[in-house]
């Protein structure tokens, strides 16, 4: 069964829209650790976030925010005010001890930001 | 600067040809991570090495080999036994082998000729 299910193959919006980015996972743990990475088209990861199991505390970093529920085993993303510059591919990763040093990558979402 | 860097950006391989990829830190981190990624997918674990001289098979090992010599440097080989060779492949590292992040190099993209 898949980890980590991202079910947004590709999202389009217009510079300064929001956007949101899904993000379900599945584990039987009771620890474990969340993630969000960027991949521009250079291609280099870009780490953006970490949550573990025990903070359900929703974050925000500039534009950017993330929403965690344990109730529906959801970690999602969103983008306020969307930038071009925000186009880019983005993995929802998951850490748990049933996979003791791996991480699981959902398959992605390709987000394209239209000026 | 601290990082991660893999050489080369772009890499050709014949027809029964082993290839090497080269990925190197100097961020003192002792795990280090081989990764693939097919169009369209996630990124799936090839091999991971916790420490020097140790290091463990992922989900796709077959066909890929590597060493640990160095606690700095992690290469992969593509051997002629991978007969799917042509993808992207990542490089990682953490501080350890815990539920550290794990921070990324800019990637190597393979092509078979």
């Known amino acids: 069964a898949q980890k980590v299910t991202q079910a947004q193959t590709e999202i389009s919006v217009v510079e300064k829209e929001d956007v949101t980015l899904d993000c379900v996972y599945e584990?039987?743990?009771?620890?474990?650790?969340l993630f969000w990475y960027k991949q521009p088209p250079s291609g280099e990861l870009v780490f953006l976030i970490r949550?573990?199991?025990?903070?359900?505390q929703n974050e925000i970093s500039g534009r950017y925010s993330w929403n965690f529920q344990k109730s529906t085993s959801s970690f999602n993303f969103t983008i306020t005010a969307s930038q071009v510059v925000d186009s880019a591919v983005y993995f929802c990763a998951l850490r748990d001890l049933d996979t003791g040093n791996q991480f699981y990558f959902g398959t992605g979402t390709s987000l394209t930001v239209i000026p | 600067d601290g990082g991660i860097t893999q050489s080369p950006k772009y890499l050709f391989r014949k027809e029964g040809q082993n290839v090497t990829l080269s990925c190197e830190q100097n961020l003192n981190h002792d795990a280090m991570y081989w990764y693939r990624q097919d169009p369209g997918q996630g990124l799936r674990l090839i091999y991971y090495?916790?420490?020097?001289?140790?290091?463990q098979k992922g989900d796709i090992a077959e066909g890929y080999s590597v060493s640990r010599e160095k606690k700095e440097s992690f290469p992969l080989t593509v051997t002629s036994a991978q007969k799917n060779p042509t993808a992207f492949y990542l490089c990682a590292s953490s501080i350890g082998a815990g539920q550290e992040t794990q921070y990324f190099g800019p990637g190597t993209r393979l092509l078979v000729l």
């Open positions: 949550r573990n199991s025990f903070d359900e």
């Open positions: 584990t039987r743990d009771t620890t474990y650790y």
């Open positions: 090495s916790q420490i020097v001289n140790d290091f």
